[in-house]
């Protein structure tokens, strides 16, 4: 089975500095995992994705995430937070075990941008 | 290229009341999947279809649920009667056939007094 930790429900950080949102992952197969953002009131966006290429993987709007299997993580960053990126974001694993790609979302984190 | 849409975005019922949302998938688009957010949680999955079968059901609650995608095309979810912990954002998403991306749409927003 496959879960999803995401271990801080708010981050609030201060334009322009970095931002770091922790994800843990579970799976028993070699998992795929993403990033995506929920904007108020709008449809989840997809930020990147990680499929068993490279480790270090760059999204849109200059998040990028780094995939370690040792820890079973898939931290997403950005250098320099913009007012933009405040958000919710959800780390989100399936398995590619079968053509049948079932998602599971964390819960989310909430991100505040202070100005 | 257009996005899922869905509609309604916003809807105020009662409970006991009934319900439908709509939802037209990315075009050429097979997989289509309904999920529902509860306030502060991740999107849980309730129905995926491929084209206009159904492929995973198990977590809808098919004594008040139902949906279907009868031309393979668009769906629609459908609540009857409406319970207050009902109360949640109805997502729609569509995939390629075999891809695991899947695209979502702005979601509709429930509300059961």
């Known amino acids: 089975a496959q879960s999803v930790t995401q271990l801080d429900s708010h981050v609030s950080v201060s334009e322009g500095t970095p931002v770091l949102l922790r994800c843990n992952y579970s799976s028993s197969y070699s998992p795929s995992l993403f990033w995506y953002v929920q904007h108020p009131n709008k449809g989840l966006q997809l930020l990147l994705k990680y499929t068993s290429a490279a480790t270090l993987v760059k999204g849109i709007n200059g998040f990028e995430a780094e995939f370690k299997k040792s820890e079973t993580s898939f931290h997403l960053t950005k250098p320099s937070a913009h007012m933009s990126d405040a958000a919710e974001y959800f780390c989100?694993?399936?398995?590619?075990?079968?053509?049948?790609?079932?998602?599971?979302f964390g819960a989310g984190t909430t991100v505040t941008v202070r100005a | 290229e257009a996005g899922v849409a869905q509609s309604p975005r916003y809807k105020i019922i009662e409970k006991r009341q009934s319900v439908a949302f709509w939802c037209n998938p990315i075009s050429g688009h097979a997989t289509l999947y309904w999920y529902q957010q509860i306030l502060g949680q991740g999107p849980k999955l309730l129905i995926q279809?491929?084209?206009?079968?159904?492929?995973?059901d198990s977590q809808l609650p098919k004594d008040r649920f139902s949906a279907e995608r009868l031309k393979g095309v668009d769906s629609t979810l459908k609540i009857q009667p409406a319970k207050l912990e009902d109360s949640a954002v109805y997502l729609c998403?569509?995939?390629?056939?075999?891809?695991?991306?899947?695209?979502f749409g702005p979601g509709t927003r429930l509300l059961v007094l």
């Open positions: 998403a569509s995939s390629l056939a075999g891809e695991e991306t899947q695209y």
């Open positions: 989100v694993v399936t398995e590619s075990s079968s053509n049948d790609y079932k998602l599971s």
């Open positions: 279809f491929q084209n206009n079968g159904v492929v995973d």
